[in-house]
């Protein structure tokens, strides 16, 4: 696409280049004991429907997060994310809200993936990381399988139980 905004290198009287690429989206996994195999099936099943579009990044976490698992397309998904797959204690989400918020660029998507049986949902620190990570990305989503929750700068969606 060309615009006027950007000047040509070549000559200034030419409109520029401008480029646009895909935000990368960020999927927070929640992992915890609470997440059944149905439920966690469907987690895994977003990501990888995602993952035909743009790159993703997976942020898997019960009371801890566990890194980082990046994927530029659905094989990365299943290879990486699949067999990466951890957790199955408590829920707290403030560790992984913290990893997503220092490695994510702004406008970068971010969606949450849990039943919202969060420890932590309710304490200060946890809404602030929720409020900043909402406020650098571009679209955040919560999407729940069990509880609704209401976190402002965040659209919510619940899941139909299987």
């Known amino acids: 696409m060309s615009s006027y905004k950007r000047p040509s290198r070549k000559h200034q009287d030419f409109p520029g280049i401008q480029r646009y690429a895909l935000q990368r989206t960020w999927n927070l996994i ?3 004991g609470s997440i059944g195999e149905a439920e966690l099936a469907q987690e895994l099943s977003e990501v990888y429907v995602q993952a035909g579009d743009r790159p993703v990044s997976v942020v898997l976490w019960d009371a801890e997060s566990y890194g980082v698992i990046e994927a530029k397309n659905r094989n990365e998904v ?3 994310v ?11 989400i403030a560790p992984a809200l913290r990893t997503t918020l220092g490695r994510m660029q702004y406008r970068d998507n971010v969606v949450v993936l849990s039943d919202f049986d969060i420890y932590d949902l309710e304490e200060p620190e946890t809404r602030q990381l929720l409020s900043a990570v ?9 999407v729940s399988s069990h509880r609704e929750v209401d976190i402002q700068g965040w659209r919510f969606i619940k899941t139909s139980p299987d």
């Open 30 to 32: 929640d992992t915890s």
């Open 78 to 80: 299943l290879n990486r």
């Open 82 to 92: 699949l067999t990466g797959v951890k957790g199955g204690g408590g829920t707290v």
């Open 134 to 142: 909402a406020a650098k990305s571009g679209v955040a989503v919560l």
